[in-house]
């Protein structure tokens, strides 16, 4: 059964201060993607950012950025300079291809809730 | 760009009641995903349909049921609803093309229930 674990429940930062969300995954499949989907207090899933099995490379995106380790199965991401608005619960999320064959669903960890203080 | 569209947007109901939700997922989209996120909770997968068949079946209660229409939006029909059922629920669509696709599905606003 595929996995997904975010060990931080809760993080507080100061605003400007970087900080590193972990998310670790098990997945029997060779196949598969990750994913960091955004969840701000008025609900919306806001996806940042896809990541494909075969593709290791890191990536950068403005303030955010991803690394992505195959060997110890982690996908962690890290806001650099954090302010207010970054205010959020961050899912990880894995998709594993559904019964069909012809789709996918995804598994989520349980959110890890960043708040950013002034 | 056209995004995934839920209505209604929030719905209260009482004990017992039937509530119906729909999600109009993006054009040319061929596959839709409903979740379920209890408070406090990570969204929780309940079913999916590819070209208007139901292709992955999850947590989905006996008494919820769901279906896809020839214009691909989604129905989510809930009867007997209990306080449990209270949730945000989260329609997702996306383009499979062959075995994987894009890999990336795209939800909607979420449809908050509360049951009284």
């Known amino acids: 059964a595929q996995k997904v674990t975010q060990a931080q429940t809760e993080i507080s930062v100061v605003e400007k201060e970087d900080v590193t969300l972990d998310c670790v995954y098990e997945?029997?499949?060779?196949?598969?993607?990750l994913f960091w989907y955004k969840q701000p207090p008025s609900g919306e899933l806001v996806f940042l950012i896809r990541r494909n099995s075969f593709d290791e490379q890191n990536e950068i995106s403005g303030r955010y950025s991803w690394n992505f380790q195959k060997s110890t199965s982690s996908f962690n991401f890290t806001i650099t300079a954090s302010q207010v608005v970054d205010s959020a619960v961050y899912f990880c999320a894995l998709s594993e291809e559904g019964s069909g064959g012809s789709n996918y669903k995804l598994t989520f960890g349980k959110g890890t809730l960043l708040t950013v203080n002034p | 760009a056209a995004g995934v569209i839920q209505s209604p947007r929030h719905l209260i109901k009482e004990k017992r009641e039937t509530a119906t939700l729909k999600c109009y997922p993006i054009?040319?989209?061929?596959?839709v995903y409903w979740y379920q996120q209890g408070p406090g909770q990570d969204p929780q997968f309940l079913i999916s349909f590819y070209e208007k068949m139901q292709s992955d079946k999850g947590s989905i209660p006996d008494r919820f049921s769901a279906q896809q229409f020839s214009d691909y939006h989604s129905e989510l029909n809930m009867s007997s609803l209990e306080l449990g059922d209270s949730a945000l629920y989260f329609c997702?669509?996306?383009?499979?093309?062959?075995?994987w696709g894009t890999g990336e599905l795209f939800f909607g606003e979420g449809s908050r229930l509360t049951v009284l």
């Open positions: 997945t029997r499949d060779t196949t598969y993607y």
């Open positions: 997702a669509s996306s383009f499979t093309s062959g075995r």
């Open positions: 054009p040319r989209h061929d596959t």
